[in-house]
Each structure stands twice: as structure tokens, then as C-alpha cells.
């Protein structure tokens, strides 16, 4: 073996926040393979590549708790939007969607047409999905969940009905190879029209296997709206019945007539926290983005078309002034543009502010990469959080916002030697500049890489840097470990 004194890269003098704790010392970083191998004030090593950091903050790499990359990390594996913003990992397959286990008759149906079109689902089983991940060695590393829509999709004939035992049946069963070669749980996203008709003892049976392998239970709750207590109360009661982690998609309080409610929602998350496991996660904006559905179209919000099948020419505008020119009510062109993505400004700043702020909060960007004009939270969410939120606006300590994108996703998803600057740890890290550090993407401007990040590692090798991509790329499928979940 290598003497200790001899390390492939050595970081020098960064100001290092370790993921784990709110401290942050100067210290040197020595990372041989794919490992941190000492952390320390002066480390005596020699190194094929020393960097002086030179007072520039040196973390854990970001951890994107809420991702629909499931077929992006295969399709466009540089993950260009996810790399330039210090993202080293990824959970896919949320809300109810995944790339696998799916086998296709026809389109994909709503909502899994966001990760693409017919020729992206190619795995009907998960563990071609994992070899198919490992194969493009994408920029990142590949955590995923199995989406219960995509269950559905492969076993019922209409998804506008419950499941019936025979077709529980079935996806149990896919359900169980999946976890078998590693998958980290399941995802529900019952607000979804074609997941809505699945009642809680469907979501509970599929949850037993779940329980079994250790694994998490991530909803899109059934509402976010005006009856989120009772989508909050069904998501708890489920968890509690099947013995598994609870983790709340993309906490928010949706429509005008809710807002100001975080502090309510707050409060009933308060006490379940304290009797059961359950996590929640938050992106820093307060628009959201998805299929464009006729439950969310209100003549108060804001609501712009990325993209319509039927009606591409009117990507980019306003579904008021698609209204406009039609000589239409909304609600009438909304039929006419389906299907069709849209964003929704329809949260409230305040709201989505409270929510950031919580210690228990993470940090997800739920950004959609096969959108052609994306909300910008796809390249621009965890640099937004840093520069906006954190300096700028100081809802929170550095060392804190970086526990909420590293060592908290880390722990709830069981991504064991992994979100914290630790001898012996993986080396996912990134080096940025904390007085420049922002998102540069705009809802005009969507895809443009964030400021000031330096340098990004993902399994010890430097992926990104000032120059751009380097050219080499070590991510991987990480399969799931035991939950060691963090309150």
C-alpha cells in the first residue's frame, strides 16, 4: 500500500465546512482513489496535484434529494446542469415516475412523459436501469426510487381506478427485484390524475416490501392545496402502518386561497417528526413547474406554457395571453394546449421561505431536464439557496445550508461514507467562492450554469472546474444502504 504521506490530490487551506457539524476550520484535504484520506491544518503529503485553495470554502458535494434525471443520467451524462451547480448525487425517480421497472403500450402517460418520450423507457427491469446507469458513467452518482405511477402503468389497463389485488400482485413483485439490486424505496405522486385513484391500502401493500428492505417512502402528497393536513395526516399514517421513512416531496402551501399556511403546516409536522421518521424537501423558488393541469389553472397565478404537443408555436408565453388571442377562457385554452408543461407561479415567497428555513429541510431542485424551456431551479437551485438565501438574505448560517444539501440527504436516504469531509468518506466534493457564489438562471434565461463554483469531485476525480467539464467522469448507481435517519 502507498505510505500516508503520498495522496493523489491535496486541497490546501480551504475553509472547510465538514457537512456534519456548523463548524467551519482551515484545513488541508488529501484524497487518494476515490476516498478522503486526511483532513487536517497542515497536512505533510506529497500529491501527483496540490491546489491552493487559498480561503475558498471546500464542501461535501450537493446531494439533489428531488430529481427527475432518471433518463438524463444516461442520455446526456456530463449533467451539465446538475454539475455546474456542485451536485455530486442525485435521487431520481420521484413523484410516482421512474425510468424502471417500466414496459411501455404506447406514449408514456401523464406524468412520466416528463422524463421523456417513448424510446427513454427501455428497462423493464431495475437492474437493467442500474447496469445501464454504471455503463455511462454519468457526472454524478445515480440514487433512485421506483415511482408507483410507473407500476400502475405496467399492470392496469386504466389508471383512472384502484389497483385490484391481482395487479398489487404484480407490482409487488417488481417492486421486490428492484429493491433486491438496490433501489432506495418508493415514490408516490398521487395528486397526479393517473396515480389518484390509488387508495391508501394500494400505497401500503406496496409499502410492506418497502419496510422489509429498509427502504424510504417518498410522496408527492395527494394535495398540497387547501387539504394538505389531511395529504400530510394519509402520508404519516401510511408511514406509521408500514414501518418505513417518510419523506414529503417539494413541501410547499399551492393556490393563492393557501397561502400563509407554512407556519400551520410546520405545526403539524412538528409533533409526527418527534413520533415517527419523516423528512421533507424544498427548492428555494416560489413558482412551480409540471404537466399542465386543468386543477392548477387560476386566472390570479401566473401561469406560463414551456411546451404543448398540439400547440408548440406558443411555448414561452403566458396561458392569459394564449387566452388573449384565442378570444378564450383560460380554462378552454388550457384544454386546447394539452398535453403540455407549464410553471405555475402560484406559492407564496413567504411560504416558501419558512419552509427553506426549517433545520429539517432539504434541499431538492425537482428540476425538469427534458423541459426545452425549464424552470430555472434545474441549473440554478443549490447556488441560488447559498448566494440568495444564505448571504444574502442570512435565513440561515452557511454551515447550515450545507448541512441541508449534504450530510441530511445523506443520512435520510441512506447514502452511507457520504455528505460529510471525513477520512475514510468518498470524495464528492466542491470548492466555490462564498462572498460570489449564485444562480445565474433566470425564468427568461434558464440554463445558464451558476457563479463561483470552482472545482467539483465526484469519487475523487475532478470533474468540473473553471475551465468547464474536464472530461472525465466517475459517477455511479449507488444502491441503497441502511437508513441511519437524522431528526
Excluded at 391481482?166 to 439490486?181: N, S, Y
Aim: net charge positive; glycine share 8%; proline share 7%.
Amino acid at each position: 500500500m502507498p505510505a500516508l504521506s503520498q495522496c493523489d490530490t491535496l486541497i490546501r487551506q480551504a475553509q472547510v465546512i465538514n457537512g456534519a457539524s456548523l463548524q467551519m476550520t482551515i484545513a488541508d484535504v488529501a484524497i487518494r482513489g476515490e476516498r478522503i484520506v486526511a483532513v487536517g491544518p497542515a497536512l505533510a503529503m506529497q500529491a501527483r496535484t496540490a491546489i491552493a485553495a487559498d480561503g475558498l470554502t471546500l464542501t461535501p458535494g450537493f446531494i439533489d434529494t428531488h430529481t427527475h434525471d432518471d433518463t438524463s443520467v444516461i442520455e446526456a451524462p456530463e449533467m451539465l446542469p446538475k454539475i455546474t451547480q456542485g451536485v455530486t448525487t442525485v435521487i431520481a425517480g420521484n413523484c410516482g415516475i421512474s425510468a424502471a421497472p417500466v414496459t411501455l403500450r404506447g406514449a408514456p402517460p401523464d406524468p412520466m412523459n416528463l422524463l421523456g418520450g417513448a424510446s427513454l423507457f427501455r428497462y423493464p427491469r431495475f437492474a437493467a436501469y442500474v447496469a445501464a446507469v454504471n455503463r455511462a458513467q454519468p457526472a454524478v452518482n445515480v440514487a433512485a426510487l421506483v415511482g408507483h405511477t410507473a407500476l400502475r402503468a405496467n399492470h392496469l389497463d386504466r389508471l383512472d381506478r384502484p389497483a385490484l389485488p391481482r395487479e398489487i400482485a404484480a407490482m409487488r413483485a417488481q417492486l421486490q427485484e428492484a429493491l433486491d439490486h438496490g433501489a432506495l424505496g418508493l415514490s408516490t405522486g398521487l395528486a397526479y390524475a393517473n396515480a389518484r385513484a390509488a387508495t391508501a391500502r394500494e400505497v401500503l401493500a406496496l409499502l410492506r416490501p418497502v419496510a422489509a428492505a429498509g427502504g424510504v417512502y417518498a410522496t408527492h402528497l395527494r394535495s398540497e392545496a387547501h387539504a394538505i393536513l389531511d395529504a400530510l395526516r394519509e402520508a404519516c399514517e401510511l408511514g406509521r402502518a408500514a414501518n418505513v421513512p417518510v419523506v414529503v416531496s417539494h413541501l410547499k402551501c399551492a393556490g393563492v386561497d393557501n397561502w400563509g399556511r407554512a407556519e400551520e403546516v410546520l405545526a403539524f409536522l412538528g409533533p409526527a417528526r418527534a413520533g415517527q421518521p419523516i423528512a421533507w424537501d424544498c427548492y428555494p423558488y416560489a413558482a412551480s413547474s409540471s404537466t399542465l393541469d386543468l386543477g392548477q389553472v387560476d386566472e390570479r397565478v401566473r401561469i406560463t406554457i414551456t411546451w404543448s404537443e398540439p400547440h408548440p408555436e406558443v411555448a414561452g408565453r403566458t396561458l392569459a395571453r394564449i387566452a388573449e388571442l384565442w378570444n378564450l377562457p383560460q380554462m378552454d385554452a388550457a384544454r386546447q394546449l394539452q398535453p403540455a408543461g407549464a410553471i405555475y407561479h402560484g406559492m407564496s415567497e413567504q411560504d416558501m421561505r419558512r419552509f427553506l428555513q426549517h433545520p429539517a429541510t432539504m434541499i431538492g431542485s425537482d428540476g425538469l431536464p427534458h423541459d426545452p424551456r425549464p424552470h430555472p431551479r434545474l441549473w440554478g437551485a443549490f447556488p441560488r439557496v447559498l448566494g440568495r438565501y444564505c448571504r444574502r438574505e442570512r435565513l440561515f448560517s452557511l454551515p447550515q445550508a450545507i448541512r441541508k444539501m449534504t450530510w441530511l440527504p445523506a443520512r435520510q436516504f441512506g447514502l452511507h461514507h457520504r455528505g460529510a469531509v471525513r477520512a475514510g468518506y468518498f470524495a464528492d466534493l466542491v470548492l466555490f467562492d462564498a462572498d460570489r457564489i449564485l444562480d445565474a438562471a433566470t425564468f427568461t434565461r434558464s440554463q445558464r450554469p451558476a457563479r463561483g463554483i470552482e472545482a467539483v469531485w465526484v469519487n475523487g476525480v475532478q470533474t468540473y472546474g473553471r475551465g468547464g467539464m474536464t472530461g472525465h467522469r466517475r459517477g455511479r448507481f449507488l444502491p441503497r444502504a441502511p437508513i441511519q435517519w437524522t431528526q
